[in-house]
C-alpha cells in the first residue's frame, strides 16, 4: 500500500465495500470531447464484481461501454475516495437510466481533515459556463477574489450573476504548481453584496467539480504551505 501525507491507496476488499453500500451518493466525472462532464449519483446496488448507479447524464450516448468514469465519494469518516471506474452497460428500469460499472480494485483515499480550508487572499478569473459547458463574454471575471480554499472548494468573491446550480471554471495560479491551474466548480450559495460599500457585488461558495492528481497535489501542497507559514506566524508572535 502507498502512502503519503495526505492520501493512501487501498486495495482491502472489506474497506471498497464500506465505502460501495447502496444509496450512498456518489459524484461522476467523464471526459466527452476534451471536455468534463459531471453529475451527482447514487448507488443503487452493489452485486459481485458490478455496481449499478444511476445516469445523472441526459444524453445516453455520452456514457459508452468501456468509458472510464471517475468517481469520487464524501463520506463521513472524515475521508474522501476517488477511483476510475469502466462503463460495462447502460440500462433502463421503470423510465429511468441506470450504468453498470467494474468494481474498482483499489481506491485513492484523502484525509479530509488534513487538508481544511485556509483563509487567503488572492486574485484568479473565474468563467460561468452554460448547460453546454461553453462562456459568453459577459459572464467572465478576470479579476475576482478567493477568500478561502480547500480541495474541495472555495469561497469566491465577484460580479458575476450566479445560481445556485450554476458550474464555472476557476482558472488560479499557485506557487505550488508549474502554470495556471483550471478547477471546474459548481456554485452552492450566493450572497448578494451589492449597496453594501463592498467592491463586488456576490459571494459565492463553490465545490470543486473534477480535479486530477496533479492538480489536487498543488492544492494540497499549496494548503499545507499556507499553514505551516501561519503556525510558524503564531509561534513567533509568543515569542
Wanted: hydrophobic content about 40%; aromatic content about 10%.
Amino acid at each position: 500500500m502507498m502512502e503519503s501525507l495526505y492520501s493512501s491507496e487501498i486495495t482491502n476488499t472489506s474497506i471498497i465495500e464500506g465505502y460501495l453500500l447502496e444509496q450512498t451518493a456518489i459524484f461522476i466525472n467523464i471526459e466527452v470531447n476534451y471536455t468534463i462532464k459531471a453529475g451527482k449519483s447514487i448507488i443503487v446496488e452493489n452485486n459481485g464484481d458490478v455496481v449499478s448507479v444511476s445516469n445523472p447524464f441526459n444524453d445516453n450516448e455520452v456514457i459508452d461501454p468501456d468509458k472510464i468514469l471517475n468517481i469520487k465519494i464524501y463520506s463521513a469518516d472524515c475521508y474522501y475516495v476517488n477511483f476510475a471506474s469502466k462503463v460495462i452497460s447502460i440500462f433502463t428500469e421503470n423510465t429511468k437510466s441506470f450504468i453498470k460499472i467494474a468494481k474498482p480494485v483499489k481506491i485513492i483515499r484523502y484525509q479530509r481533515r488534513s487538508s481544511f480550508r485556509v483563509f487567503i487572499d488572492i486574485n484568479a478569473a473565474f468563467t460561468l459556463q452554460n448547460k453546454d459547458g461553453e462562456s459568453k463574454k459577459e459572464n467572465i471575471d478576470q479579476n475576482i477574489h478567493i477568500f478561502d480554499l480547500s480541495v474541495g472548494g472555495a469561497l469566491l468573491a465577484g460580479n458575476i450573476d450566479c445560481n445556485i446550480g450554476d458550474k464555472g471554471v476557476i482558472i488560479i495560479s499557485l506557487p505550488t504548481s508549474s502554470g495556471p491551474i483550471s478547477l471546474q466548480c459548481e456554485i452552492q450559495r450566493v450572497y448578494k453584496m451589492a449597496g453594501l460599500g463592498v467592491n463586488f457585488d456576490y459571494i459565492y461558495g463553490t465545490r470543486f467539480l473534477s480535479t486530477d492528481d496533479l492538480t489536487e497535489k498543488s492544492l494540497f501542497k499549496f494548503i499545507n504551505k499556507v499553514q505551516v507559514e501561519e503556525k510558524a506566524r503564531q509561534f513567533n508572535e509568543k515569542e
